[in-house]
């Protein structure tokens, strides 16, 4: 395998792999500390219940994240020594920030999950609280780095060296706000539909008859957030959409597949991509201009715009951006109609049970796409316009073994986690020691 | 104190960490994987109990250290990630099946097969994670990245028989049953011998086949530390067989700081020696002087917590703990 190639499939499944449990380590623990928050409230069993089986989850999930997370800060090195070299020393600030952030979520998840014995149910409540926030807080560092990938600043070259290093402009790089929100939103999401799904498709199968109060209650919880989560998600979507078209038109022209600059510019859905348009695909006239500036005669930047060599694989950035919007949408229709009937005081109904237990995989598979647009679209650079992807990648010899072998591994992770939690799950209540009668008085 | 000295201080105070309480968990997987005699299931409960709320924690003194690096030292970082790719590599696989197995096979616990085989890769990967980070130090150390070397090879058993010793010391105040805590006793003085004879295997070999690595450690700093690590693994010894076992903690955590003065002693201020200096990797002052106000700030949150979670879990011996595997592991 060339070395380029071996490189980008092995950081990009160990990205796809650690994205969805960093995702669940940011939202689990709010749903935890909700459903334990409303038990101390009522003192209603089912919440308990629900806190103590989703916290199960969250152990193996927490722990598979932290792993996969650690393969990440190596393979910066192990993968992309150039780069490190390169930008370490200009954007080693919000990763720094980011080991501490990390520490308290791994602290305080220790005191969480073992001290429901050792800890009043005041006390233990209360401990989850700096899960909650340090683990937005670590997403938020880490996307700021990848926001100066796309817009490298906080340094000047000079004869090609980097002088004049600000890391604090650096970690706050001009894309870094509206990024650092939408990947947050985004695991928030993921969260709620995720474990709204797990409860309906329970509720659906009827396998959780004996525990049918703590999977409504769970689906009610998780699905406030998704409902709260999703519309905010396309707030800034849509914001980012525009910031891109300004300052990373080359992004923005291949996900929107937007070959030639023009005025009065179509949206493209779908089609096939060519080497300079695309076919078949469905055309909504004057959808880019009005989108970009709000009006039918704005011009907007296409692809020939950009030096062919600097161009990312327009196919790849557009599928992705398509499959990401047409998720979302799935999303948002779904998460709309639970709220209205959850205002009339309904319980959901079937169909839209089955449509909450589809959300699962497909808030994933957003998120999953929503990565792939950023990603690709910044090729063929790794840091825009600093330094190539192609540039970056180490010298060392063995990354095709590398990469089969740690493609191995996630496989047997997910295999094995996918079954531990489908256990956690589906048994019945108790295995926990724990008198309930001590915790509630 | 330049900022460069404050952020080769950081990297060293974070591996320091690491080794003492990473190295115990690890440690635990290798008593865990050697587990045996009557109390076999006792042993590998105590073990769980043990490492279960802080294996998380202690592992980011590793991620810390890293990200340390490469902010502060990005060149050297680079270069070692490059020469030394294979054995961190090996060492990431065994840090990642470890963390993964633990969590595994403690809710696996009523699937027998499945608990029996996470238990193993738990114990195995326990053994390959701290062999390769030593094997790594060592070569590192030499300044030629020859990780295959026998010296290099001799520093990775060296690192899992520290890292036993410490597991086994630090498992005499996890348990309240006399024999079980008998059966870490003779463990640990079993590891203490083994930390001995481990420890002057790449002593030995350095001086056949890495010149300047031994004429370094035979600097004044190096040697006052290897004569601490010395007469600590003697004090170890004593306050073990003698039932001191809070001294005992103290006195192994003290003999592997020492170890690591030594290694630290004999190559300062070399990074790598012959190629990286502190100054020479150094970033610029802006961002070193960057970084250590947020560790400054950093610690303000981390080390009242990190205090609060010791405080909670190790305080006292062993009491049950809700998510252990408590006689779940049949």
């Not at chain 1, 300052?247 to 991509?273: C, D, H, M, W, Y």
């Not at chain 2, 490469?70 to 294979?86: G, H, K, R, S």
């Not at chain 2, 070999?205 to 004044?220: I, V, W």
Request: proline share 5%.
């Amino acid at each position: 395998m060339d070395q380029v190639i071996a490189a980008r499939a092995q950081m990009g499944t160990s990205l796809a792999f650690h994205i969805v449990f960093a995702a669940l380590g940011v939202g689990l623990p709010l749903l935890v500390v909700m459903a334990e928050g409303l038990w101390l409230r009522t003192k209603k069993r089912a919440y308990y219940d629900l806190a103590r089986t989703w916290s199960k989850g969250m152990a193996i999930l927490f722990a598979v994240g932290a792993v996969s997370g650690t393969i990440l800060s190596f393979e910066l090195g192990l993968l992309w020594p150039v780069f490190m070299r390169y930008a370490g020393g200009i954007i080693g600030l919000p990763f720094s920030l980011e080991g501490f952030a990390f520490f308290i979520e791994a602290i305080f998840i220790g005191l969480y999950l073992y001290g429901w014995d050792r800890l009043s149910p005041r006390a233990h409540w209360l401990s989850g609280l700096p899960i909650v926030i340090s683990g937005a807080v670590s997403a938020a560092f880490v996307t700021t780095a990848n926001a100066w990938m796309n817009m490298p600043a906080g340094f000047r070259l000079e004869n090609g060296k980097v002088v004049d290093v600000h890391p604090i402009a650096a970690m706050l790089s001009p894309p870094w706000a509206v990024e650092v929100l939408h990947t947050t939103i985004a695991a928030y999401v993921v969260t709620g539909f995720g474990a709204a799904a797990v409860c309906a498709f329970a509720l659906l199968r009827k396998t959780a008859e004996d525990r049918r109060d703590q999977v409504r209650a769970g689906l009610t919880i998780a699905m406030i957030v998704a409902a709260i989560a999703i519309p905010l998600q396309w707030i800034v979507g849509d914001v980012i959409a525009r910031f891109d078209a300004d300052n990373e038109p080359a992004k923005f022209a291949s996900l929107e597949a937007l070959f030639k600059t023009q005025r009065n510019a179509p949206i493209t859905v779908g089609g096939i991509v060519g080497n300079d348009g695309v076919r078949y695909g469905i055309v909504i006239p004057n959808g880019l201009s009005l989108l970009v500036a709000f009006d039918p005669n704005a011009e907007v930047k296409g692809l020939d715009r950009i030096p062919e060599n600097d161009r990312p694989p327009v196919a790849a950035v557009h599928y992705s951006f398509d499959t990401m919007v047409g998720s979302a949408s799935l999303l948002l229709l779904v998460a709309i109609a639970w709220t209205i009937a959850a205002l009339r005081k309904r319980a959901a109904p079937r169909w839209l049970l089955i449509g909450i237990a589809l959300c699962g995989p497909v808030s994933v598979l957003a998120m999953e796409a929503g990565w792939f647009v950023t990603e690709f679209g910044r090729q063929p650079w790794i840091a825009r316009g600093l330094l190539r992807t192609s540039d970056a990648v180490t010298i060392a010899p063995g990354l095709d073994v590398q990469f089969y072998g740690f493609s191995l591994v996630y496989v047997v992770l997910a295999a094995t986690c996918w079954w531990l939690l489908r256990r956690v799950g589906t048994k019945p209540r108790g295995g926990e020691r724990t008198d309930i009668a001590r915790s509630a008085s | 104190m330049t900022p460069v000295l404050g952020a080769a201080l950081v990297v060293l105070a974070a591996i320091a960490l690491y080794t003492v309480f990473g190295g115990a968990d690890f440690g635990g997987g290798v008593w865990d994987l050697l587990a045996s005699g009557p109390r076999r299931d006792a042993q590998r409960d105590a073990i769980s109990n043990a490492i279960g709320p802080v294996w998380e924690s202690n592992h980011v003194w590793l991620i810390f250290a890293i990200v340390t690096l490469f902010t502060c030292f990005p060149p050297a970082f680079a270069d070692v990630a490059t020469n030394l790719n294979a054995p961190l590599t090996l060492a990431l696989v065994g840090i990642v099946l470890r963390g993964a197995a633990f969590v595994f096979r403690n809710h696996a616990s009523d699937a027998v097969t499945l608990a029996r085989s996470w238990t193993l890769v738990f114990g195995a990967s326990s053994i390959v994670a701290p062999f390769f980070l030593g094997d790594a130090a060592g070569a590192l150390a030499t300044g030629r990245y020859a990780w295959t070397s026998p010296f290099a090879l001799s520093v990775g058993l060296f690192a899992v028989t520290l890292c036993a010793q410490v597991a086994a010391v630090f498992l005499l105040r996890e348990t309240n049953d006399s024999a079980l805590r008998e059966d870490f006793r003779r463990r640990a003085i079993r590891a203490t011998l083994a930390v001995w004879i481990a420890g002057i295997i790449p002593a030995l070999l350095a001086r056949g086949a890495e010149p300047s690595f031994y004429a370094a450690l035979t600097g004044p700093a190096a040697r006052i530390a290897i004569a601490a690590a010395l007469l600590l693994g003697v004090v170890v010894m004593l306050l073990v067989a003698r039932h001191r076992d809070g001294l005992a903690r103290v006195a192994v955590g003290a003999e592997v700081l020492a170890v690591l003065g030594g290694w630290f002693g004999a190559q300062f201020p070399a990074l790598v020696p012959g190629r990286w200096t502190l100054e020479s990797a150094a970033s610029s002052p802006a961002m070193l002087e960057a970084f250590l106000i947020a560790a400054a700030c950093g610690a303000v949150v981390l080390i009242p917590s990190l205090v609060l979670l010791f405080a909670v879990f190790k305080r006292g011996a062993g009491a049950g703990t809700s998510e252990s595997a408590t006689g779940q592991l049949h």
